[in-house]
């Protein structure tokens, strides 16, 4: 069940029960696990989400994003194998992603194209570490999908509103405010009208390789096409 956006008008203190920290560990050992053979390859990566603030459940997601463009060649050789694969666009102005699934619970995420600021920022305001905050144990704050700042204490983590507060997060988070104009405008909306899926979904076949599905799918699409041209300049 997606979850619905909250107006916190009180901050509210969540402590972390032994099972809590196991569980934590667990998901952020795995993590290390896919990004160190990510490194290895030459391949650097964060985690980000909910494994990088702490707030995690038993169904938390390990989401890894490549910042960066990469030869999706090296990233299947680094990771090996995988369940499924596909390319998302989630909007037709927006970039796209390939999309790596390793496990039922873990993504390994890479854009075909450059990235813009505003698309980087987005994993920041969802919280992202590198493997060496990982290696430390450091975490770190974010938003979740509930519209809730996540700020990570000793015993657990401070819960507090963003609604009404987007200029006090975004520079806590260190992104601009109209990353969280953004969110909260998406979020609201899709909480009002019921969630409206994203523009593009390409599920890979065994022999396809993501440059060339891309290159397909630009020719025939004109509004890809224009997206593409625009990021290539």
């Known amino acids: 069940m997606a979850k619905k956006p909250e107006t916190l ?9 032994e099972a809590h920290w196991n569980l934590l560990h667990q998901k952020r050992e795995h993590a290390i696990e896919v ?4 490194a290895k390859n030459g391949v650097p990566s964060f985690v980000y989400g909910s494994v990088a603030r702490g ?6 997601d390990i989401d890894i994003i490549i910042p960066h463009p990469i030869a999706s060649f090296r990233i299947e050789l680094a990771v090996d194998r995988w369940i499924r694969r596909e390319l998302v666009q989630a909007t037709p102005t927006m970039v796209l992603k390939g999309h790596i699934y390793l496990d039922h619970d873990v993504t390994v995420t890479f854009p075909l194209f450059k990235l813009r600021t505003r698309e980087l920022e987005f994993y920041k305001w969802g919280g992202q570490v590198d493997i060496e905050g990982l290696e430390k144990d450091r975490r770190v704050p974010g938003v979740d ?10 015993t657990g983590h401070i819960e507090s509103g963003v609604i009404g507060h987007e200029s006090e997060v975004s520079r806590l988070l260190g992104v601009s405010i109209d ?18 899926g994203v523009y593009l979904t390409r599920v890979l076949n065994s022999g396809e390789s993501f440059e060339e599905v891309a290159k397909a799918l630009k ?11 625009r990021r290539e300049r």
């Open 179 to 196: 990353i969280a104009h953004e969110r909260v405008r998406v979020l609201t909306r899709r909480d009002t009208v019921g969630r409206t």
């Open 55 to 60: 707030d995690v459940n038993e169904n938390s």
């Open 9 to 17: 008008h009180d901050a509210r203190e969540v402590f972390y029960n």
């Open 35 to 38: 990004m160190e053979v990510l």
């Open 219 to 229: 020719d025939r699409d004109p509004a890809l096409r224009r997206t593409i041209d």
């Open 145 to 154: 999908k509930r519209l809730v700042l996540i700020r990570p204490t000793e």
